[in-house]
T-cell receptor, first 113, second 114 residues
Framework: EPEVTQTPSHQVTQMGQEVILRCVPISNHLYFYWYRQILGQKVEFLVSFYNNEISEKSEIFDDQFSVERPDGSNFTLKIRSTKLEDSAMYFC???????????FGPGTRLTVL | GENVEQHPSTLSVQEGDSAVIKCTYSDSASNYFPWYKQELGKRPQLIIDIRSNVGEKKDQRIAVTLNKTAKHFSLHITETQPEDSAVYFCAATYTNSGFQKLVFGTGTRLLVSP
């Protein structure tokens, strides 16, 4: 059964550094998402992406964040200048249809020191 | 605003008992309500979902009910087993300018004791 994959599984970085989190959605899916989960808290929506553009973003998704689909398979989340409070698990998800089931990747644990 | 409230935050039951987790949502236009199970350090996994045109859905030991009028939906697990122990999240779709996103509840930590 196809799955969403994410790399790396764990990223440690210094405050102020740029990080790129990578996701490979399920191949025939059209809708892509990034979520964040701070340790012990709920899953929070960051951004949705469809037809090569952002369809919606949350208040968390400020100018430090960007997303890209550089080729037909990868979907990336970039944080330009990381802050301590960016430490969290970042989940990518994809969906085959509007309003359909979202399939989550295994997550990338980002630790900002 | 966009909000999903979930109760209880923790739930301890004995193996074989039933467990019920309740959520409320704020947007009457929400039309899709998934439930995710998340084991420690792992991804959220969809266990059951319901759409707004249905009042109840069942899959073996798991059922979900939806009351659109009251904007409530609930997860029911019968004959609980220790492997049901995990954090359960409800979610509801919110639509803005034609695009939907999932808003999650705060989670319920379910502990099933043998």
């Amino acid at each position: 059964e196809p799955e969403v994959t994410q790399t790396p599984s764990h990223q440690v970085t210094q405050m102020g550094q740029e990080v790129i989190l990578r996701c490979v959605p399920i191949s025939n899916h059209l809708y892509f998402y990034w979520y964040r989960q701070i340790l012990g808290q709920k899953v929070e929506f960051l951004v949705s992406f469809y037809n090569n553009e952002i369809s919606e973003k949350s208040e968390i998704f400020d100018d430090q964040f960007s997303v890209e689909r550089p080729d037909g398979s990868n979907f990336t989340l970039k944080i330009r200048s990381t802050k301590l409070e960016d430490s969290a698990m970042y989940f990518c998800a994809s969906s085959p249809s509007w309003g359909g089931e979202q399939f989550f990747g295994p997550g990338t644990r980002l630790t900002v020191l | 605003g966009e909000n999903v409230e979930q109760h209880p935050s923790t739930l301890s039951v004995q193996e074989g008992d039933s467990a019920v987790i309740k959520c409320t949502y704020s947007d009457s236009a929400s039309n899709y309500f998934p439930w995710y199970k998340q084991e420690l350090g792992k991804r959220p996994q969809l266990i059951i979902d319901i759409r707004s045109n249905v009042g109840e859905k069942k899959d073996q030991r798991i059922a979900v009910t939806l009351n659109k009028t009251a904007k409530h939906f609930s997860l029911h697990i019968t004959e609980t087993q220790p492997e049901d122990s995990a954090v359960y999240f409800c979610a509801a779709t919110y639509t803005n300018s034609g695009f939907q996103k999932l808003v999650f509840g705060t989670g319920t930590r379910l502990l099933v004791s043998p």
